[in-house]
């Protein structure tokens, strides 16, 4: 079994800034993507950015700038660093990997349970 666990959000005034974690713990071989995913309100869930595990990071159009996504393979954990904070990006930030398990070798798709983010004044 693999759980992925956030921490870090909460509320923020506009133009303010959040750090997101995500630790992903149990049979775990190795990680290869890692992500951030967010769902505002009567929203479909929307990929917000991507890292490989050799580190190569991709980011929705909204983000690019503003947010930056990192990993630290030896914790097993993804960050994203959330600057310039937008009333627009409100939303339930879920993380998402994929994990190669020990028992059998194989590889599966991990959620967390999401953190709430609120940027208002």
């Known amino acids: 079994q693999v759980q992925l666990v956030e921490s870090g959000g909460g509320l923020v005034q506009p133009g303010g800034s959040l750090r997101l974690s995500c630790a992903a713990s149990g049979s775990i071989f190795s990680i290869n993507l890692m992500g951030w995913y967010r769902q505002a309100p009567g929203k479909q869930r929307d990929v917000v950015a991507l890292?490989?595990?050799?580190?190569?990071?991709n980011y929705a159009d909204s983000v690019k700038g503003r947010f930056t996504i990192s990993r630290d393979n030896a914790k097993n954990t993804v960050y994203l660093q959330m600057n310039s904070l937008k009333p627009e990006d409100t939303a339930v930030y879920y993380c998402?990997?994929?994990?190669?398990?020990?028992?059998?070798?194989?590889?599966?798709?991990?959620w967390g349970q999401g953190t709430q983010v609120t940027v208002s004044s």
């Open positions: 998402n990997a994929g994990v190669v398990v020990t028992t059998p070798l194989s590889e599966h798709d991990y």
């Open positions: 890292i490989s595990s050799g580190g190569s990071t």
